[in-house]
C-alpha cells in the first residue's frame, strides 16, 4: 500500500478512539446523508463518550486539543472509560485501552500504521467502519482479523 496514511494523529480521541474509522466520521468524509461528524479533536468538542461524567483531564481542560489521553489523568481508567471499553469490546472488538496501551508503549505513529492496516478495505484501501465494518466508498465488507 502506497498510499498515505489517511489517519492523521489528531484523529485519535484522548479516550483512545480512533475517530478516522467512526461511521459519522467517514460519513463526513464521504459526503453521505447521514449523521456527520469531523471528529472529536479536530471538532474542539469535549469527549463525546465520557465528557458528561468525566471529572478527569478532559473536563478540567478546555476543550480537548491540547488534552492528551486519558492515560495520562490520575484517575485513568475510570468507570466511564472501562464501561466504553466494554461496550466496543464486545460490540466492535475494540479495546480503547488496548490502544491506550498501544499508544503509550509504541507512540502513536506507530499506532495508526497499525490501524490502517487493520481497518483498510480489502478492495479499495480506504478506510473501513469500525461500527459496521464497511468501505464507505466501495460499499465493501471488510472481514476483520480478529484479536478479541
Ligand atoms: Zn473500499
Redesign the pocket.
Known amino acids: 500500500m502506497n498510499k498515505s496514511n489517511p489517519i492523521s494523529e489528531e484523529l485519535i480521541a484522548p479516550c483512545g478512539m480512533n475517530c478516522a474509522i467512526c461511521s459519522r466520521y467517514l460519513a463526513y468524509l464521504n459526503n453521505l446523508k447521514r449523521s456527520q461528524c469531523v471528529g472529536c479533536r479536530p471538532g474542539d468538542k469535549r469527549c463525546s463518550y465520557l465528557f458528561k461524567k468525566c471529572s478527569g483531564i478532559n473536563n478540567t481542560l478546555k476543550g480537548i486539543a491540547t488534552a492528551n489521553f486519558c492515560f495520562e489523568c490520575d484517575q485513568f481508567p475510570c468507570k466511564q472509560i472501562n464501561r466504553m471499553d466494554d461496550r466496543y469490546r464486545n460490540n466492535y472488538r475494540m479495546s480503547v485501552k488496548d490502544n491506550l496501551e498501544d499508544i503509550k508503549k509504541n507512540g502513536i505513529g506507530k499506532f495508526i500504521q497499525e490501524h490502517y492496516r487493520k481497518y483498510c478495505?480489502?478492495?479499495?484501501?480506504?478506510l473501513?467502519s469500525i461500527h459496521n465494518r464497511k468501505?464507505f466508498?466501495?460499499?465493501?465488507i471488510?472481514r476483520l482479523v480478529e484479536k478479541y
Do not use: H, N
Open positions: 478495505c480489502s478492495e479499495c484501501g480506504e473501513i468501505c466508498k466501495c460499499d465493501t471488510t
